[in-house]
């Protein structure tokens, strides 16, 4: 019998992948990009649903709060924001199909291989100061490396949006 948590986890995965789906399947950009929001906030539901309050809110606020609204930014300030993307040729949805085959592939044999022993070791400290400690940390166990590629990846997706809004003179792509 399934409790209310357990139905919610599915509602949360089954919202997840609805709107996963739909972000990469929809032939209009800015509709892409808002599927994507809403599979970001998601991602986010299923953090507070695991309890883990701050990581949720680092969801929302690096990749709903900044990387979506850049992405959607950038559309508004290209010329053809609102056409329909070109239909995908035969070899493109090839291999698409033959990546996602080979994802859910891997992804199987890896279930398989684990056993999935259930620990009887401590769990981890989610509080705001130890993940403020640790992200900050030099030591073994720092983040401080992550800390900075999230950084760079903030600084990536703004240089990206900048080159999407940038219009091209006539002539050149």
Not at 29 to 45: H, V
Not at 86 to 114: D, E
Request: charged fraction near 10%.
């Amino acid at each position: 019998m399934m409790n209310a948590s357990s139905i919610l986890f599915y509602l949360i995965s089954a919202f997840i992948l609805t709107t996963g789906i739909l972000a990469v399947t929809s032939r209009k950009i800015f509709r892409s990009a808002i599927w994507l929001l809403f599979s970001l906030i998601g991602i986010a539901a299923l953090y507070f649903w695991l309890q883990l309050e701050f990581i949720a809110a680092v969801q929302i606020i690096v990749y709903v709060g900044g990387i979506v609204v850049l992405i959607i930014f950038s559309i508004f300030l290209t010329q053809k924001s609102g056409d329909e993307m070109p239909k995908p040729t035969k070899a493109r949805i090839f291999f698409s199909v033959l990546s996602v085959t080979f994802g859910f592939a891997l992804t199987a044999l890896l279930i398989y291989q684990n056993n999935f022993a259930i620990s009887n070791a401590n769990t981890f400290d989610a509080s705001v100061k130890n993940i403020g400690m640790q992200m900050l940390s030099t030591q073994e166990h720092g983040f401080i490396l992550p800390f900075e590629v999230v950084s760079v990846l903030l600084l990536a997706a703004m240089i990206g949006c900048i080159v999407i809004a940038m219009k091209s003179k006539s002539g050149q792509q």
